[in-house]
């Protein structure tokens, strides 16, 4: 079996892909499907596994360093590092917005080769910060990988030599005020992404 495709049978064993849905993502665009990483971080065998995948699409790269943007990042970081023998540190979000690397992280990815890590590539926005976040410690970013790909998001796009994703799933979005399940009174899911925040701001 593939690596993609044990990675698609692991999300689909801990019921990390959510379909037929109403759900807000993190960006602010609506959709039917949701991949939830959090009904796989509890199964420490599994996200073991995953990152072994993803440590093993690096390899041939030579990380020295494994960054992730908290908090879903934090614990990919862990065992992406774990399986490369590489040093393990993430980046946490500033008060203007971005993301740096605090706790004298900073000082570990300095000069060094760097594997940004992110659980689920939306719009890539998470990993841009992330990266740029390595860049102004002085890091070299060789590559970015990913549980899941999305949005179609592509190495150009983040700004990185390479990219890799275990899975890539093609999922329709729209804008909020372009939603068709909105226009047909479909429920919102508050129970995953940001629906619960979206459904307050519009009582507001």
């Not at 706790?103 to 000069?111: C, Q, T, W």
Request: glycine share 10%; proline share 3%; aromatic share 4%.
């Amino acid at each position: 079996m593939s690596g993609s495709a044990r990675a698609a049978e692991i999300l689909a064993q801990t019921g990390a892909v959510i379909t037929s849905s109403h759900v807000v993502y993190t960006s602010g665009r609506h959709g039917s499907a949701y991949v939830n990483k959090d009904a796989v971080y509890p199964h420490t065998a599994h996200v073991s596994e995953l990152c072994r995948l993803l440590a093993d699409a690096a390899a041939s790269l030579r990380p020295e360093v494994v960054c992730g943007p908290a908090l879903g990042g934090i614990i990919l970081s862990q065992w992406t590092a774990h399986h490369l023998g590489a040093l393990a540190v993430y980046a946490e979000k500033t008060p203007e917005g971005g993301l740096a690397l605090r706790r004298g992280y900073d000082h570990l990815v300095a000069g060094r080769r760097v594997l940004v890590v992110e659980d689920i590539i939306t719009t890539g926005g998470s990993v841009k910060q992330a990266v740029a976040a390595v860049r102004a410690a002085s890091g070299e970013v060789v590559m970015a990988a990913a549980l899941c790909n999305r949005g179609g998001v592509t190495a150009a796009e983040l700004g990185v030599p390479a990219l890799a994703s275990l899975v890539t799933l093609s999922l329709d979005s729209w804008d909020a005020s372009a939603c068709p399940l909105c226009r047909e009174h479909v429920p919102i899911n508050t129970d995953v992404g940001k629906g619960r925040e979206f459904l307050e701001s519009r009582r507001a």
